[in-house]
């Protein structure tokens, strides 16, 4: 915790102002992690009845587009986390849930029977963090048109 402070300019009680110690930073920064997502995740995937087509087709498009590689390292970073720590790995676990689940019922709102929305829903997220390790712009002439076939197969 003193390099911590020490990188942050703060003094070790101001920390421990804070946080009880280590555990308890790291628990707030697993809840924060998670709750952002969450949060993202339930705007991305919200649809007034009639428009879930076009809130999934939004939720393909932004959580594939090049702007959303902001998040990767840091979800990188918490999956590979989660690796080594029971928290964390259950931290992740409750996010992929609510992922899978909010895409699932858009599905199922579209008239999928339960099974195929999930399946569609898990093709989804892993389209989107594959498509986002991948950089496939650095090896595909049309990435517009790639990802769009792409949305196409799996929005149905």
């Keep these: 915790m003193e390099t911590l402070a020490k990188r942050l300019q703060v003094t070790k009680g101001s920390f421990y102002w804070h946080f009880r110690d280590r555990r308890d930073l790291l628990d707030a920064v697993l809840d924060e ?5 969450i949060a993202d995740i339930k705007k991305q995937t919200a649809a007034r009845p009639g428009e879930e087509l076009a809130a999934l087709r939004h ?3 932004v ?3 090049s702007r ?3 998040g990767l390292p840091i979800e990188l970073a918490v999956r590979e986390w989660a690796l080594r720590d029971a928290r964390a790995a259950e931290v992740v676990e409750e996010v992929d849930a609510e992922r899978l689940a909010c895409a699932t019922r858009l599905f199922v709102n579209l008239g999928l029977e ?4 999930a399946a569609r829903s898990v093709m989804l997220y892993a389209y989107v963090f594959g498509y986002s390790l991948m950089r496939c712009d650095r090896f595909l002439k049309d990435t517009e048109s790639t990802r769009a076939w792409i949305a196409r197969r799996i929005a149905g």
Excluded: M
Aim: proline share 0%; aromatic share 12%.
């Design 63 to 65: 959580y594939s587009a």
């Design 33 to 37: 992690w998670k709750l952002g997502r």
């Design 59 to 61: 939720t393909i498009e």
């Design 68 to 70: 959303n590689r902001k």
């Design 114 to 117: 339960d099974g195929e929305a």
